[in-house]
């Protein structure tokens, strides 16, 4: 297969993208493969955000495009239920995103999206929520809660997780039932 390019420019490496191929060249078959999925997902990931910031100039990227706030880079996880459970986080597609890197948020681990509407009116379906890892809260507090496997946004009651809109059944507090966090915040 041939390829043509517009200027010598197109064709031109930097020194650590040389560096890069030649180390891909020297890998073995599964280690090619390995750096192949690893690019695969980041290319992804990438269009997926470019996408985002497309769809809504006011999309968590936005807060790079501010000079004056710094951020920091929090592990996002594609979603934790308001309804009827997501399966915990290790199986769930990841990524990184930025957030201000203010006292507030100082506690916080990791952000998780909301899939589901029995957390309404504090929190939507696709909202990202900021959370602070521990394993206890305090009643009336909202936080992500593991039951059976299944990861949940609620409110914690005296033996059961609340859901805020009615529509929705509580769900018993077992004693399999453990809390993954605190709910610190919500980007917009």
Known sequence: MSTFYDSVDDVLFTNREWKHIEKYRNLDDYGKETIDIALDRETHRVQQLQGAQKESPAAVIGFLERADETVRLLEYFHSVSAETGQIIF????????????IPKYRRVAYAVKVSGHSMEPFYYDNDILLIEPTCEIEIGE???????????????GEHELISLNRGYDNIPFTEGSHCMGRVVDKLS
């Open 90 to 101: 290790d199986d769930v597609y990841s990524e990184r995103i930025p957030i201000p890197d």
């Open 142 to 156: 909202i936080g992500i809660f593991n039951v059976d496997g299944q990861a949940y946004v609620k409110k914690i």
